[in-house]
């Protein structure tokens, strides 16, 4: 199974930006619905937002109007702006993945990446 791949997490100040990227490790046929989660410390697991493989997207209400998630091709990038202390996490990319036209489908995780704000 492929694996999904994270970059651009990072230390930044408040009310700075960063952009998270994710693909997969390997070529596949088709990536369904993607999205991202963090996990705050001492907290669980939560949705940030998701895209579908149409381009619908949602989001949680502590990101609305700061954070935009897009994708081209296979890669899916979220773009943080006006970032808060309380976004600080580990940020986990999601997609359903489909490996080839003549397989099922599948739901794969990235290892994470460290997203810290603080002055």
């Known amino acids: 199974q492929e694996q999904l791949v994270e970059s651009g997490g990072g230390l930044v100040q408040p009310g700075g930006s960063l952009r998270l990227s994710c693909a997969p490790s390997g070529v596949v046929f088709s990536l369904h619905v993607m999205g991202w989660y963090r996990r705050a410390p001492g907290k669980q697991r939560e949705l940030v937002a998701r895209?579908?493989?149409?381009?619908t997207t949602t989001y949680t209400d502590s990101v609305q109007g700061r954070f935009t998630i897009s994708r081209h091709l296979n890669t899916m990038y979220l773009q943080m702006n006006s970032l808060k202390p309380e976004d600080t996490g580990v940020y986990y990319c999601?997609?359903?993945?489909?490996?080839?036209?003549?397989?099922?489908?599948?739901?794969?995780w990235g290892q994470g990446t460290q997203v810290t704000v603080s002055s």
């Open positions: 999601y997609a359903v993945i489909q490996k080839t036209y003549y397989t099922g489908t599948y739901d794969s």
């Open positions: 895209i579908s493989e149409g381009g």
